[in-house]
């Protein structure tokens, strides 16, 4: 496991998206801090419904074949390729420690996780990162990440049977902020919330200074509005995705599908931005950090129509769309409704492509 900011110079490497709603293959090619970057291969393939459940992959040759779909339709050549985990198996918690060097907290980092770890240190993977925040010269702000081995070997696994070199394993609301920070000019400054609302969770990176000061993941998603439009209208979770993404061939009752929506779509909207919003509220009320500024929404969740208003509305923060494309050069082509349809869900994909190989 490895975590980093972006890199400049050095061979790019593919970033692997694997969601419990798709897969996104993306490589990008970063010109510099203030030029921006160019969009070097885009694959998205569809996950088969339930092939990852809650985190466990249920159906590995599916995810396997997803995969593939994902970075042969991509045109990405290389097979170095980083992948994010999140999730209730992923521990990421900002510690403040008596101050050592890097290498004597090496040695003691198993001992200072158990301390805030709820899980076995012989069970996970451990990476920490020495903060440049802390004021106080006898203590020093440490962020430490700690993710299950299983989880790990899990992703591992399937990368390398869909033929891939797996370099590192980041973490999703890392790879978040990397999205956030490659389409900010100047460096971003102030408190401002980062939410990628996925097909089941929410990954929450809140940022001071583009540093993290609290990350946390949700169980709540698109899927929750498709299993509620399901429920309203008695049909498959395909067809219910059909509708909630307002395709027109849904075989419906049209006079009645709109009202039957609307309804399950709102108390889905109320669920998942009050989830959010208490887990903002929480960082307000244990940090000193100052108030969020901003929200930035990303995720194929972020797209729902009346999400963002109603997030605003219930927190009263400003809410905005993190566009991970916003500022890709021009490049290869790609045809202008697939990136606009696309763009919301490549966060993470853009920000694990944001690192290099060699790291």
Do not use: C
Not at 238 to 254: F, H, T, Y
């Amino acid at each position: 496991m490895n975590f980093s900011l972006p890199g400049f110079g050095k061979k790019s490497v593919l970033g692997l998206d694997i969601g419990s709603g798709s897969v996104k293959a993306v490589e990008i090619d970063i010109k510099g801090k203030e030029k921006g970057f160019e969009l070097l291969g885009l694959g998205v393939a569809p996950m088969p419904h339930e092939a990852i459940v809650q985190g466990a992959f249920l159906n590995s040759s599916a995810i396997v074949g997803a995969i593939q779909e994902a970075v042969d339709t991509s045109g990405i050549k290389t097979r170095d390729a980083v992948v994010a985990v999140s999730g209730h198996s992923v521990i990421v918690k900002k510690v403040s420690l008596s101050r050592m060097s890097s290498e004597e907290l090496e040695s003691q980092i198993q001992w200072e996780a158990e301390q805030y770890i709820p899980f076995d240190v012989n069970e996970v993977n451990l990476e920490f990162q020495i903060l440049d925040t802390s004021d106080d010269p006898d203590t020093m702000d440490v962020l430490l990440v700690a993710a299950k081995k299983d989880l790990i070997d899990d992703y591992v696994q399937v990368m390398v049977e869909a033929g891939l070199n797996p370099v590192a394993v980041d973490v999703a609301s890392f790879a978040l902020a990397n999205a956030f920070e490659i389409n900010q000019a100047p460096d971003p400054q102030g408190v401002v919330a980062l939410v990628n609302i996925g097909a089941h969770v929410a990954n929450i990176n809140v940022l001071q200074n583009g540093v993290p000061a609290f990350t946390r993941d949700i169980t709540t998603g698109g899927n929750q509005y498709t299993q509620e439009i399901q429920k309203a209208l008695s049909v498959g979770f395909e067809e219910a995705e059909r509708v909630k993404l307002g395709d027109g061939s849904a075989d419906q009752n049209q006079a009645m599908v709109p009202q039957e929506v609307e309804n399950a779509m709102r108390a889905v909207t109320d669920t998942v931005v009050g989830e959010i919003s208490r887990s903002l509220d929480f960082f307000a009320a244990t940090t000193e950090s100052g108030r969020i500024e901003r929200v930035m929404l990303s995720g194929g969740g972020s797209r729902v129509v009346g999400l963002s208003r109603a997030f605003q509305e219930r927190s009263g923060f400003e809410v905005e769309m993190l566009n991970p494309l916003s500022r890709a050069l021009p490049g290869k082509t790609y045809e202008a409704s697939f990136l606009q349809e696309t763009a919301p869900s490549l966060a993470v994909g853009i920000g694990l492509a944001a690192r290099r190989s060699g790291f």
